[in-house]
């Protein structure tokens, strides 16, 4: 068994400790933040488009270049819906394991086919340093990371109790990070909906991050 360890909710002292990333927009009033990376994929990321249309809702989408060069209808898909999207770099890189200039050229390989201001390191990995970089090219990004990590993406986590992380946290102003790829599909699948008419049964809207 492949044993993985993360926290479903950011703790305040880490939001604090990196003060330029965006974690939570506690400003929002009953506004949840809702978040999906990895994409654009053929089959999952018109599902949950489709399930957004149901609730009215927006979403951004953190998407990976060369899925994006792969799959440019659904890219554009996401874009004709309403919804906003951020850099997730071109390949997926972690960021404590990859040269600065590599990492940048990386990101700056996705903006090419990305349209965006908004950045999101995969894994949430990227060093002060990187992120330096990021933060003052000629046009900068702005780091978006999260408040809740629903565990889409965790094989050994059943489908509810990914709903449970999600319930339990999510409150005004969260930043809500789900996956739309193939290994957090089945929980992506059984999740997604349920959430959204939780929280839209309770006065909740769900809004995009701008850029």
Known sequence: MCLMFYLAKTPNWVSKLFKESTWAIPDAEKTIYLTFDDGPHPLITPFVLKELDKFGAKATFFCIGKNVAEYP????????????????????????????????QNILEARSFIDSDLFRPPYGRMTSRQKNLLLNLNKPFKVIMWSVLSGDFDINLTPEKCLDNVIKYSQSGSVVVFHDSEKAYERLLYTLPLMLKYFSEKGFKFEKIEG
Not at 74 to 101: C, D, M, Q, R, Y
């Open 73 to 104: 209808d659904v890219f554009k898909s996401i874009l004709e819906k309403g919804h906003s999207v951020g850099n997730h770099t071109h390949n997926h890189l972690n960021g404590w394991k990859t040269p600065n200039a590599k990492y940048l």
